[in-house]
């Protein structure tokens, strides 16, 4: 008689039969590279927080781009960062803005790479929020909306393939698919950051793009990590307003979620594995407390394991690196 443990142990036995039988795998298609640009010319900055990301000028972002492409990541994120910021996030209008100017580049280069856009005020803002703000300091949901969907605007005209709302405003889904369909940009999709949380693992990407908030925090509209069915919640009313895709930010501490709103909805659904989650595996590697790359890898292949169909990561390249050599 063959007992069930010894039949599993067999499949276990080699490499190439542990590959046959593996249930999860993971793809360099699986991931999305995020892209700081920054104002100014001949700028290659290394983000200290973040070791191996930097900040490019627009001169020089193709260096980085030209390197994802080769390595066969088919899409891309981009962050700006401008010159001049107000209390109203004006820059983020501008056509001829760091993120505008590159997505023109890229998609004139690649026209076959997929470039999203984040759309958010907090990069744009003297004072570091998401929105616009009433004259007590409470970000004015209604009134940020309009800049929003004008900002998203801008990105499609510009030739992005995706816009992806951060921002956590109520209806801000609705406001920006109305806005780009009366503008003829029926085909350019929604990636809704549905569900993101308060998190204390964004710490670094705010270094990156210089956007932690001057005073107060984000928890008056990011989500309470403590909920899930608020997760349900924002994941639903997004798919209402006309999402395209939706995501779970940030990705380890939430896999729960992930897995849930995989169940939950036929929808494309991406986790962002975002800057703290990246930093910590760097910082213990260098350490030589982990082994960085299974750390790495084992850290996508639980996300992608989830639910995840797709991953925005800062370990995009070197997991490419790594599949692509199989």
């Not at 930097?54 to 980085?64: F, H, I």
């Not at 209390?87 to 470039?115: C, F, W």
Request: glycine residues 6%; contains cysteine; proline residues 4%.
């Amino acid at each position: 008689m063959q007992f069930p443990e010894l039949r599993l142990r067999r499949l276990r036995k080699t490499p190439a039969i542990r590959d046959m039988v593996r249930e999860t795998t993971l793809s360099v298609k699986d991931f999305i590279y995020p892209l700081f640009v920054v104002h100014g010319k001949n700028k290659r900055e290394e983000i200290k927080s973040m070791p191996g990301i930097y900040r490019y000028s627009v001169d020089r972002v193709m260096e980085e781009v030209d390197e994802v492409y080769e390595l066969g990541i088919p899409a891309v994120i981009l962050f700006g960062i401008p010159a001049k910021k107000d209390e109203q996030g004006s820059s983020a209008l501008d056509d001829n803005g760091e993120v505008q100017q590159t997505v023109r580049k890229i998609k004139k280069k690649y026209p076959d790479m997929v470039v999203i856009t984040d759309v958010c005020l907090c990069e744009y803002t003297s004072h570091g929020h998401c929105g616009i703000l009433t004259k007590n300091g409470y970000v004015d949901n209604d009134a940020t909306l309009e800049v929003l969907a004008e900002e998203a605007l801008s990105h499609a005209r510009a030739g992005a393939d995706i816009v992806a709302p951060s921002d956590m405003m109520d209806g801000r889904v609705f406001a920006i698919r109305e806005k780009l369909d009366e503008h003829g940009y029926e085909n350019v999709a929604i990636l809704s950051y549905s569900v993101k949380y308060a998190s204390a693992f964004y710490g670094p990407f705010r270094d990156a793009a210089e956007s932690t908030p001057a005073f107060g925090d984000r928890r008056s509209y990011q989500m309470d990590p403590g909920n899930v069915k608020e997760a349900l919640r924002e994941a639903t009313l997004d798919i209402e307003e006309g999402a395209d895709m939706i995501m779970v930010k940030p990705a380890l501490s939430y896999l729960d979620v992930i897995s849930l709103l995989a169940e939950e909805f036929p929808y494309p659904l991406v986790a962002y594995n975002v800057s703290g989650e990246y930093s910590m595996v760097k910082s213990a590697g260098k350490l030589g407390w982990i082994d960085e790359t299974r750390v790495m890898m084992e850290i996508l292949l639980s996300i992608k394991r989830a639910g995840a169909d797709l991953i925005i990561t800062y370990h995009a390249k070197e997991a490419g690196k790594i599949l692509s050599s199989k």
